[in-house]
């Protein structure tokens, strides 16, 4: 018995001292967000934040973060800091719907999608509208959120339309596709 008790000792040291922390892989300012990408030890995660004083100073490429978890989305605070942030949308929509249950031999679902460009930039458009199929992962408020698209060959004249076919996709890389163009985020309004 003293044998394994010293064993899951030993297992949980050497687990704790090898654990990687969380830490800002990148981050850029998107219209009034900041779009962060994240390392942590189960892979990386995307978020948009409100790009506000406290989540500029917290949210620096390379700087280490600490999460936790609760409401939405949880929170991220720099290490021995008061100042926290937290987001306003989510990406990683790829792991955040193959963390909820699966309906077993639903076909992808679609609804009429309608936005307004907010912002545009070499990278991306932001999209404000309706994308009522969002609550499908979890988001709720879907009558007016903001999408993150790319601003590209394929997604930049389906962002000029102001209106597409949505669907959500049950399996694949793709989770959300207006048209032929993904979804890469979803936002509250800020």
């Known amino acids: 018995m003293r044998l394994v008790a ?7 040291a050497v687990s704790c ?11 850029a300012v998107r ?13 990386n995660w995307q978020y948009l934040f409100p790009k506000s004083e406290a989540c500029m100073s917290i949210l620096k490429p390379e700087a280490p973060v ?17 100042a926290v942030c937290e987001p306003a ?16 031999g639903e076909m992808a679902p679609s609804a009429h999608a309608d936005w307004q460009i907010i912002h545009t930039d070499a990278q991306v458009h932001l999209l404000r509208g309706r994308f009522p199929l969002a609550s ?25 339309g102001r209106s597409s076919l949505m669907t ?14 993904p979804i890469q985020a979803f936002a509250q309004p800020v």
């Open 168 to 181: 959500f996709q049950t399996s694949g890389t793709r989770v959300f596709q207006l048209g032929r163009c």
């Open 17 to 27: 001292a090898t654990r990687k922390d969380s830490y800002v892989v990148e981050a």
């Open 66 to 82: 600490v999460y936790t978890p609760g409401g939405l989305w949880g929170s991220f605070r720099a290490p021995g800091s008061e």
């Open 136 to 160: 499908r992962i979890g988001i709720g408020m879907s009558m007016d959120l903001v999408a993150m698209v790319a601003n590209d060959s394929t997604c930049t004249p389906i962002a000029e």
């Open 6 to 12: 010293a064993a899951v000792v030993a297992l949980l």
């Open 31 to 43: 219209g009034p967000y900041l779009d962060a990408t994240f390392a942590a030890p189960n892979g």
């Open 89 to 104: 949308g989510v990406g990683s929509l790829r792991r955040r719907r193959n963390s909820w249950p699966r309906r077993e």
